[in-house]
């Protein structure tokens, strides 16, 4: 009870910040279910987003994957322990944080990942990595896309009292076509495909990134 009231007291703080701090605009939280398991997936270009998806999900049963890199941070540390997030070794497989992660969304709950892998050094989208497609894969769960944009270089502009304005919109549910066990590395590479592509097309064309001119982002776009 106690953990659910810090929790909730975070989420209105981080909510007063970004309104006071920024020009935030949120689109689709009407796509966002209200309950049942989830796999949100969200292009990642500043250390902002998270909070910006976490001030916009009601329910309390929402986390997702945080870089090991940050657990000497003690603000960080504090920051996730908060949500219930669960670290994560960007540098090799591991499994114990992906099988926690499966449990979560078995049971219901709401998973936050970027299929990068990592923040974008470029400002647009990088090439997805096929963790986002493995965690779909095991976990039997609809996929969320999330496209952000205007945050990148957020802590420095808010720090200059500029008032950035960000974007955020949650799309559609879909659901990943299942893996051919007998060829898994292509058919996690396709379905990692369709992820970046789906947040791709929910993106201004400055920031696809390497998706810019995949024929399946004009598809999507077209049959909007």
Known sequence: ???????????GIVILLVK?????EVRGLTNIPTEGGVLMTANHLSVVDPALVFMSLNRQD???????????NLFYR????????????????????FRKARTHLKYGGI??????????????????????????DISK??????AIYGTEGAGHRILRF???????????????PPVDRKDREAGYQRNTDEIM????????????????DHPRVQELIDSA
């Open 1 to 11: 009870m106690l953990h659910r009231l810090i929790r909730l007291i975070f989420r």
């Open 20 to 24: 006071l701090l920024t020009r935030t």
């Open 62 to 72: 929402a986390t997702g994957f945080v870089a090991k890199t940050h657990q000497s």
């Open 78 to 97: 504090t920051v996730v322990n908060i949500v219930d997030g669960i670290w994560l070794n960007r540098y090799e497989a591991d499994t114990q944080a």
């Open 111 to 136: 998973f936050g990942i970027a299929p990068e892998g990592t923040r974008s050094s470029t400002g647009t989208l990088i090439p997805g990595k096929i963790g986002s497609a493995y965690l779909a």
């Open 141 to 146: 769960v609809p996929v969320q896309p999330i």
């Open 162 to 176: 500029e008032r950035p304005k960000f974007h955020i919109t949650f799309g559609e549910l879909y659901t990943l």
């Open 197 to 212: 592509c789906r947040i791709a097309a929910m993106l201004p064309l400055t920031y696809r990134g390497v998706y810019a």
